[in-house]
């Protein structure tokens, strides 16, 4: 065993043997000096850790000194008892207390006995009790939190054994603290206890054995039991003070001093109200020479105060300027610059009150709504919409960038309406002549005393928010199928999985992949069909995925099984659907043109050909459409995705459907035939 160890060891047994065996009143007067100076150092400790494990032995500790301080009860007790004197400290300290008055001394006591029984003891003996309870109840929380951290991979194995020890020694420790709070509080009853037996037993012992009359024997034996009762509660009361303090310490980051001057001192305006109040104080009776030097010593504190965070202030802003910069100079920072956003907006000066709430603007809560429509139309999570000004731009220009990518752009007059004619013109409507920029239609900007008059007019009268959030949504929807990818395919994926997980299991990965289904989806979007009944389209993908790979079939089998929403979305709920139909020689000629390779099929036409297609379709779309009707071209399903591939080269906007995808009941018209 090392020297420290036996130092200890025979220091314990020695505080045992005090109780049995005599000690000399010099020794006894070292060993009082001895418990006040541990006391204090305790205090001074526990005033400077930063949590309360930082002094876990501080139960033990408390069991040893307050064990001390009754052998050392014992012993003056003894001394007081058999040769009326306990030692130089016991008698100064009963005698310079009370001021040679024994009342007063006595009084005291009393109180220092009351403070520490009353007040610091049962206040420390509860916070230790609810502090051990409630570290109970959160363990199982926090171990939870530990191995959420671990699994998420924010901390190692290693880390996660030393939190899960730190919990435990707490659990422990407030445990501890619990019972050890007990130690002081039988302390303190004790204490009372042997001031009784000193005081009555040392007066009839002083009168009937050392012979001292009534006022020598009271005298006598008053000042030593005081004096023994305040060498012993002084140090009690350190202990008190410091068990108090380690159990209050919480949610701390600090020792007491850094947390008192962080804290108390945190406001100094509070210090400046506190002077002005005191300073009023001093126009009372009270008067100005006893409350404005104080009420100038809060100011003063006030001020420095001021100054200091005002110091720590620019430091943190010198300190952020400077990460910033370092931040900038490291290779690292270019990483964050290739990230791009989806969907980006972009406006000039001129259009910031747009998107400024405290000057009216609505736009956000217009895409808001793009995105809880697409959502519904379309069944596909729009990402979030980045939206930034840019002083590149004209004051009244905006644009919209799919993956860093402009695909559209506009103008904006922001006190004006745009007016689109209903088919003829009415001259009496003037204003500026522009173009409609979701849908390309001829219109006008019309100032709001030509509102009313365009409105009776016929006109289609729209604000500058209204035309942003139109070509905002068809530019959504022109461009949907590039805004779903692996990512958002495997988000649409797990949704559905939360309600039909067997569809899931039995399609993923057995059958197809995240990426054979996102290719099928993004096909379905290029051609506006929605892929919000995405149970459906798993159904059907599960169906055949057994027997192809290739995401065109697959498309195909998809939009069969969709029959029903394709009849509803072309036929807009009629019972007549009319169509631009194909010619026989047109489909043979598509059919025969078709070529197999590893990488799936494709459509191989000669220019003339292609072109006599694209001017044959060309006259019966514009012919549809002058006729107020949606054109719907209407093929085979054998050559139905290669007609596509035909005409979305020019004409994207044109739906082609095929014979099965139509519901039975739908009754077919053909206005037109497509034929070489």
Same mark, same amino acid.
């Not at 305040?230 to 919480?250: D, F, K």
């Not at 006599?612 to 006259?619: D, V």
């Given at each position: ?95 310079? %207390?009370? &001021?040679?008055? #024994? /009342?007063?001394?006595? =009084?005291?006591?009393?109180? *220092? !006995?009351?403070?520490?029984? $009353? ?64 130690? %002081?509080? &039988?302390?303190? #009853? /004790?204490?009372?206890? =042997?001031?009784?037996?000193? *005081? !009555?037993?040392?007066?009839? $012992? ?471």
């Amino acid at each position: 065993m090392k020297l420290k160890d036996l130092v200890i060891l025979f220091g314990v047994i020695g505080i045992v043997l005090m109780m049995i065996i005599p000690i000399p009143v010099l020794l006894l007067d070292v060993l009082i000096i001895l418990n006040i100076s541990i006391a204090l150092m305790i205090l001074l400790i526990a005033m400077n850790t930063r949590e309360a494990l930082d002094f876990s032995i501080f139960p033990a500790i408390l069991l040893i000194t307050t064990l001390f301080r009754l052998a050392l009860n014992v012993s003056t007790t003894r001394n007081i008892l058999s040769h009326a004197e306990a030692g130089e400290v016991v008698a100064t300290f009963g005698s310079w %207390v009370g &001021g040679g008055e #024994i /009342a007063i001394g006595f =009084i005291v006591f009393l109180i *220092l !006995v009351v403070v520490q029984f $009353i007040v610091i003891t049962k206040g420390s003996e509860r916070v230790a009790e609810v502090a051990a309870r409630f570290t109970l109840d959160a363990m199982p929380g926090k171990q939870m939190s530990i191995d959420a951290d671990l699994n998420a991979g924010l901390i190692n194995e290693k880390q996660a054994r030393d939190r899960r020890s730190k919990i435990e020694r707490e659990a422990d420790f407030y445990g501890a603290m619990d019972g050890a709070s007990k130690f %002081v509080k &039988g302390d303190a #009853i /004790a204490s009372i206890i =042997i001031l009784v037996i000193n *005081l !009555v037993g040392g007066f009839v $012992i002083g009168m009937a054995i050392h012979g001292f009359d009534f006022q020598k024997s009271l005298s006598t034996f008053s000042i030593l039991t005081i004096g023994d009762g305040l060498v012993s509660q002084i140090p009690a009361l350190l202990i008190s003070t410091a068990a108090g303090l380690i159990v209050t310490r919480a949610a701390s980051d600090g020792n007491l001093a850094e947390d008192v001057t962080a804290q108390l001192f945190k406001y100094p305006k509070l210090l400046y109200i506190a002077a002005g109040t005191i300073g009023l104080l001093g126009l009372t009776p009270i008067g100005p020479m006893r409350t404005w030097p104080f009420a100038l010593m809060l100011a003063f504190g006030g001020w420095r105060m001021q100054k200091v965070i005002n110091k720590q202030h620019e430091q943190e802003e010198m300190l952020v300027e400077e990460q910033q910069i370092e931040e900038v100079r490291s290779p690292e920072s270019v990483i964050s610059l290739l990230q791009i956003d989806p969907i980006e907006f972009e406006f000039g000066y001129g259009l910031i009150p747009l998107a400024d709430t405290q000057q009216g603007g609505d736009l956000l809560d217009r895409i808001i709504m793009i995105r809880r429509q697409c959502a519904l139309e379309l069944g596909l999570v729009v990402p979030v919409i980045r939206i930034r000004d840019n002083i590149q731009l004209k004051p009244n220009e905006y644009v919209i960038k799919i993956k860093g990518n402009t695909v559209a752009r506009g103008d904006l007059l922001l006190n004006h309406y745009l007016a689109m004619s209903p088919g003829f013109e009415d001259d009496s409507v003037v204003g500026i002549e522009t173009t409609e920029p979701a849908f390309g239609l001829p219109a006008i900007w019309i100032d709001e005393q030509m509102k009313e008059r365009a409105e009776l007019s016929g006109y289609t009268v729209v604000d500058p928010p209204s035309v942003v959030a139109t070509h905002l949504t068809e530019i959504i929807k022109r461009h949907a199928h590039e805004l779903i990818g692996r990512q958002e395919a495997k988000l649409l994926v797990e949704n559905v999985k939360e309600s039909y997980p067997a569809l899931i299991d039995e399609l993923i990965p057995s059958i197809l992949t995240i990426g054979d289904i996102q290719k099928v989806l993004a096909k379905l979007l290029r051609e506006k069909i929605s892929i919000r009944d995405l149970v459906t389209i798993f159904e059907a993908l599960a169906d055949h995925g057994n027997y192809t790979k290739d995401p065109d079939i697959l498309t195909e089998y998809v939009r069969q099984a969709l029959s029903r929403q394709i009849t509803q979305q072309f036929s807009s709920g009629s019972d007549t659907l009319k169509v631009i139909t194909v010619g026989p020689q047109l489909e043979k000629r598509i059919a025969e043109s078709v070529q197999q390779s590893d990488q799936g099929s494709y459509i191989a036409l000669d220019p003339v050909s292609t072109q006599q297609i694209y001017q044959k379709l060309n006259e019966q779309v514009n012919r549809q459409i002058q006729s107020g009707q949606q054109p719907v071209v209407l093929a085979s399903p054998t050559i139905r995705m290669y007609l596509r591939q035909i005409v979305e080269r020019t004409m994207q906007d044109v739906p082609v459907l095929s014979y099965s995808e139509l519901e039975p009941n739908i009754e077919v018209q053909s206005i037109g035939v497509v034929n070489l």
